[in-house]
Structures are given as C-alpha cells and as structure tokens.
C-alpha cells in the first residue's frame, strides 16, 4: 500500500463529492415529493389511484436500479425523433438529467412505502383527540398526522438517503464524473485499483457518516418526549436552629 498514491488519490477523488451530494440529495428532494404524492395515492381507498400506485412500486423496486440508468440513458435514445418532437431530448440527452431521473424514479419507489407505513403508524386516538379539539382537514394533517409520521418515518428515511448517496456511484457507467467515475478513470491511467478504491469506500464512508449524525440530530430534535430529563440533585435544607 502506497499511502502517499493514497493521499493524493484522496485530492483527486475529492473533487467528485459535490457532485456525489448533488446527484443524491436532488433525486432525494425530488424523489419525496413523488413519494408522498404515492404514498397518498396508496392510501386513498380509491382503486384507480390505488393500482397505477402500487404498480409503480412493483416494478421500481423490483428491477436493478442499474438497469433502470440504461433504460433511460441508453433505451430512450431511440426514441429521439419523438423526444425531439416532444421538446423532451435535451433533458434526455444530458448524463446528469438521466441519472437525476432514474434515481428520483428509484428512491420515490422505496420512499412511498416508508412514508405510508409512517402514515399509518399515527395513533388512532391522538388524531380522535384533535378531532375532538376541533382540528380537521388539512390542519389536522399539519398539526398533528404529519409531525407523528416524520418521528415515525425518519430512521428507515435516513437509511434510504444513505442508499442514495451509494447508489450515485452508478452514475459513473453514464460518464458522470463523481467520486466513484473519478476513481475508474484514475485506475484506468494507474492500473492501481486497491489503493484507489480503498480510498473511494472511504470517502463514501465519511459522507454517510456525516449524514447519519446529521439524522441522529434531527431524531433527537423531534422527539422531545423520548429525551432523559436532567437530573437535579436534592439540595439539602439548612437546619433551623
């Protein structure tokens, strides 16, 4: 192990992280608003909205997240007369608009299911206890439902935002140079793959743990209720004389 290759490979791949951070939290941004809008479909009760919902899921999260980059970046070029017609192909002709959209379609997939079962996880008798206060409609959802799911939702959430963060490295095989596209093209010119990857692990390591404490933090922040009350010392009484 060269560790000074190592460092300098570090310098190197360390130029892709903003677009490693970029690519994942515009696809996760993106990718909640899609999931909520799945999740409400699920739960609606109506079978129109119901099916197409969970459809969707089936096959996103059914089908490689590696197939689906092809599908879009490689698959739709051949439909480039009707993406032309339809205004579509300079979004589909940029690597980075493909990959933004694949892994939005992707986590919108894994996301919905999370936030249903957050949803569904709300206590019955709190929202009847709002109810019963004269909340209803939409600021019952915002008072109440929806601040209940986050707490409920946000570990497994967290856990899929670190998929996505991992899951950028498979933008490197539709030429986007973040950190994992660095590390293939410097393996290409070094032949040097061990260092070169052990060093590329190791910066994704850093960025997941970084967001994982970030997480932990917005937990903490959210659930008052959950934290240990500071402990107060009896304080002794002077005697009367």
């Not at 919902?53 to 689906?68: D, I, K, M, N, W």
């Not at 569904?120 to 209940?148: D, H, K, T, W």
């Not at 490197?172 to 060093?199: C, D, N, P």
């Not at 692990?201 to 209720?225: K, V």
């Amino acid at each position: 192990m060269d560790f000074a290759f190592m460092r300098d490979t570090f310098f190197t791949l360390i130029g892709g992280v903003p677009l490693t951070l970029n690519l994942a939290f515009t696809s996760v941004a993106l990718g909640a608003v899609l999931a909520m809008l799945l999740a409400l479909m699920r739960m609606s009760g109506v079978r129109a909205l119901d099916w197409p919902a969970q459809a969707y899921v089936f096959v996103f999260r059914g089908t490689p997240l590696l197939v689906q980059i092809f599908l879009i970046y490689y698959g739709l070029g051949q439909f480039r007369p009707t993406l032309q017609a339809w205004g579509l192909w300079t979004f589909f002709r940029e690597p980075y608009w493909c990959a933004v959209f694949a892994l939005t379609l992707n986590t919108a997939a894994y996301a919905s299911e999370i936030i249903r079962g957050g949803l569904q996880a709300v206590p019955y008798n709190q929202v009847e206890a709002a109810r019963a206060c004269g909340m209803s409609g939409f600021l019952l959802f915002r008072r109440i439902i929806f601040p209940i799911a986050v707490r409920q939702a946000l570990p497994a959430y967290g856990s899929e935002i670190i998929l996505m963060v991992k899951a950028t490295s498979l933008a490197s095989v539709i030429t986007m140079m973040e950190v994992t596209g660095l590390a293939a093209k410097l393996i290409s010119q070094t032949f040097r793959a061990v260092e070169v990857f052990v060093v590329a692990g190791l910066i994704y390591l850093i960025l997941n743990f970084i967001i994982t404490r970030i997480i932990m933090a917005i937990e903490w922040w959210l659930s008052p209720h959950l934290r240990r009350p500071p402990s107060v010392e009896p304080r002794l009484e002077a005697a009367h004389v």
